[in-house]
């Protein structure tokens, strides 16, 4: 089992910046890959950001030049800074962990974009 817990998230205006922060415990051992995925309402679950074990980075296209994903493996913690942010980026963001057999969610975190 892996437990992830999210922080950062919060009101900011557009253009402005957050980062939000993922720590993960428990069966880290196992686990090839985080990410971040976010959720508005109405939507669909997407994938925001990637990163391998091995430091592959992948991007939404929408995300681009914008956010980046990052690793601290001595805290066991991946980070999104968001930069540039649209009130379109509004939405719940999750942390993901996969292993490759099991998918394990934070609990989500509010992000909010004002114009």
């Known amino acids: 089992q892996v437990q992830l817990v999210e922080s950062g998230g919060g009101l900011v205006q557009a253009g402005g910046s957050l980062r939000l922060s993922c720590a993960a415990s428990?069966?880290?051992?196992?686990?090839?890959?985080m990410g971040w995925y976010r959720q508005a309402p109405g939507k669909q679950r997407e994938l925001v950001a990637a990163?391998?074990?091995?430091?592959?980075?992948n991007y939404a296209d929408s995300v681009k030049g914008r956010f980046t994903i990052s690793r601290d493996n001595a805290k066991n913690t991946v980070y999104l800074q968001m930069n540039s942010l649209k009130p379109e980026d509004t939405a719940v963001y999750y942390c993901?962990?996969?292993?490759?057999?099991?998918?394990?969610w934070g609990q989500g975190t509010q992000v909010t974009v004002s114009s």
């Open positions: 993901n962990a996969t292993d490759g057999l099991f998918d394990y």
């Open positions: 990163i391998t074990s091995g430091g592959s980075t």
């Open positions: 428990g069966s880290i051992f196992s686990i090839n890959a």
